[in-house]
């Protein structure tokens, strides 16, 4: 049995819940979606909100106002829920890539020398090896240099390799494409740098220019050129100047020798005086230290 003030409590109920209802979607026009504020920790999807509103309000909320409670049921279907909007997409945006720091130079500090930097150096060294670079890298791109494409497919093979793998096969490649022809027989000059096209069309040079090739090659195979060092040195053994390509791994050096196939560390080397060396960020004579 229900007690009639239960029966009075329900009605009143009832009659302050379409009451508040009606008030709240006075200011919105038919069929609107509101959107509230996010709450923090909340995701965008669970923080919409759509409000109740009637489909004629200007004339369903003076009918509300002034009916009785069974008329207000009765006029309650007539509050629709308008069709939800789907939340706009946002585009997905990637992390932020820390970009890896950048080694500091290592100098070439050999054969218990310190390298020194000066701009002594005979006139062109150090702007030939930089364009003599970019140089070979447009003729293996084109294929259009003589023989290059052969040696494309020598950078595309080792490209991938660990560096020690690289370096040695970058040594022996280039020692083998090559053959020794001393500066003085070929253009009747002491020092004659060659340049990537004469590399293609003759295949031919003297010990700086095996250096000079294995840098190119393995420039165009991913090693920084910071890293790579050619060295003009004087061999007290067998009496004559000669140039190796002096390669940093990790916090060391590797020689690239044109009379031998193994990359070799400085300490298997024996009776060398570095006379200079030439890297992409300039010249270095070697003095001993005190």
């Known amino acids: 049995m229900t007690r009639p003030w239960l029966r009075k409590s329900q009605a009143s109920i009832v009659t302050a819940a379409m009451m508040t209802a009606a008030v709240l979607v ?38 509300l106002q002034q009916a009785s409670a069974p008329a207000r049921l009765a006029l309650a279907p007539r509050l629709t829920r308008p069709e939800r909007r789907a939340p706009e997409a946002r585009p997905e945006v990637a992390p932020e890539q820390e970009a890896a720091p950048r080694r500091a130079p290592l100098l ?19 702007e030939h090896v930089g364009l003599a670079a970019d140089e070979f890298a447009n003729c293996i791109a084109t294929s259009g240099c003589g023989n290059s494409a052969t040696w494309r497919n020598a950078v595309e093979r080792i490209q991938a390799l660990p560096l020690r793998d690289r370096l040695a096969r970058a040594n022996s490649f280039v020692n083998n494409a090559i053959r020794f022809r001393s500066d003085i027989s ?12 004469e590399l293609f069309r003759t295949g031919r040079g003297d010990c700086e220019d095996f250096a ?4 190119w090659l393995l420039r165009a195979a991913g090693v920084p050129e910071e ?3 050619i060295m003009v040195v004087s061999d007290l053994i067998a009496r004559a100047d000669h140039a190796y390509l002096a390669v940093r791994v990790g916090n060391g050096f ?17 009776d ?3 006379l200079i060396t030439v890297g992409a960020r300039g010249a270095y004579l070697h003095g001993r230290p005190a």
Request: no cysteine; hydrophobic share 40%; glycine share 4%.
């Open 272 to 274: 060398i005086t570095p």
């Open 26 to 63: 006075w200011p919105y026009p038919a069929n609107t979606s509101v959107y509230s504020p996010n709450p923090i920790n909340m995701a965008p999807e669970a923080a919409e909100t759509t409000i109740f509103v009637p489909e004629s309000p200007e004339s369903a909320v003076p009918e």
């Open 108 to 126: 070439p500090n050999l054969f218990g020398t310190v390298a020194v930097a000066t701009s002594a150096a005979p006139n062109g060294w150090v």
């Open 254 to 270: 590797v020689l690239l020798d044109s009379r031998s196939d193994a990359v070799q560390s400085p300490s298997q080397v024996d």
């Open 227 to 229: 890293d790579m060092y």
């Open 212 to 215: 000079l090739a294995k840098y």
């Open 186 to 197: 070929a253009t009747g000059q002491r020092d004659s740098w060659i340049t990537p096209t």
